[in-house]
């Protein structure tokens, strides 16, 4: 009986460990075999949480704040909720700011190239799964579940429609290298399925294509896009179940300028009171990350997740503090328009990973971080530069031994 067991063990060893490269192939043929066989899946849950019980986040593209504040339909989208006049992206361009949304870091990435961190850098989705909360990425014109090559281009009007850096669960072998979690990482036609069968998770992250984005078009594209994909949502209970909705974008178009962008928060997790009001408090991306874990009691990443603001709806019934930026270096001179080095840095500068912060709860918050990274990075000697703290580095003013060369 070994003799046959063992083999089977080590081969389904083999193809997990495979998985993170065995669907990256972009010809036709490939693409129609692969997706003949696709996994899928849409798992649910119901874990309730402290202000909101589904979070839905929609990234858009490279746009000024004024710019996207000024499109008519997104100024619809923000009376209808809240709108965040000081939330950040992280540098440019596009793939780092994505990476971070999920990873807590974008380890010095400055380029859009196909990129896979290594399986002992975690993401939410590790979190998520710990205190079992379902999860999904839709991804709009992706050719089926579990894609991982660099971008598909549409079979009908040739364009550029999907691509791999607009999709940040699967630059992580941690999550690509899993055939289970590939199968949650979906067509955004899927949405649609699992809005109609009830099978929405309770984290999602959309991603429009280059189109719908305004990646390739403009801030009006985009705004109509989010506006007719969301506003039967916002009416329908099956999606409208004690839910929060953050539409952003990845970073400004202007890299002369602050990397501010928009934020709207909306939903019906929104209280009335608060509906067609601003909130000034300073977020960035990795307050995507925070929020989650303050509402769901989730483990920490141990990088900058763990210091970033909760967005203040939620912080009221988390208890979390909401803080303002008091580093030695002001927030207005602040600009997070490029990187400081790293591992995924082309340009050279330190290319070690940075460890994370395995220390216990801080002063701030009782979250700590989740076993399973301490576990694989307890005893590394790796730097580590992540505290607790709201203030966070970028290329101008990088981690103490991350400076850029280039």
Known sequence: ?????????????????????????????????????????????????????????????????????????????????????????????????????????????QNDDFTQVPHNVSTIIDLLEDKGVSWGHYQEDMPYSGFEGQAYVNQKNGKNDYVRKHNPAVSFNSNAGLIDRLACIKNLTVFHQDLEAETLPQWMFITPNMTSDGHDTDVTVAGTWTRTFLEPLLSD?????????????DENETYGVQNRILGILLGDAVPPALVGTSDGSYY?????????????????LGRFDVGANVFKLVADKSGDAVRSWSGSVGLDHMYFNYSYAGPLNEKGGNKRYAGPNLAGASALHDRTVLPAIREAWEGNPAPVYYTSGLEIPDGQHPPSGYAPSG
């Not at 495979?18 to 899928?40: F, G, I, L, P």
């Not at 990795?286 to 483990?299: D, K, Q, R, V």
């Open 284 to 300: 960035n991306h990795y307050s995507e990350i925070a929020t989650a874990e303050a509402n769901w009691g989730l483990h920490t």
């Open 1 to 109: 009986m070994r003799s046959i067991i063992l083999p089977a063990l080590l081969f389904a060893v083999h193809v997990a460990a495979q998985a993170e490269n065995t669907y990256t192939a972009t010809a036709t043929s490939d693409v129609e075999q692969a997706r003949a066989t696709a996994k899928t899946l849409s798992p649910t849950s119901n874990v309730k949480g402290k202000a909101f019980d589904r979070l839905a986040i929609i990234w858009l593209e490279n746009t000024d704040y004024d710019m996207a504040i000024g499109d008519p339909n997104l100024a619809w989208l923000a009376k209808h909720g809240i709108t965040l006049t000081n939330y950040n992206a992280l540098t440019h361009p596009s793939q780092p700011n994505y990476i971070a949304a999920v990873g807590g870091d974008y380890f010095g990435m």
């Open 237 to 249: 209970p099956r999606f409208m179940n004690n839910t929060l909705v953050l539409v952003t974008f």
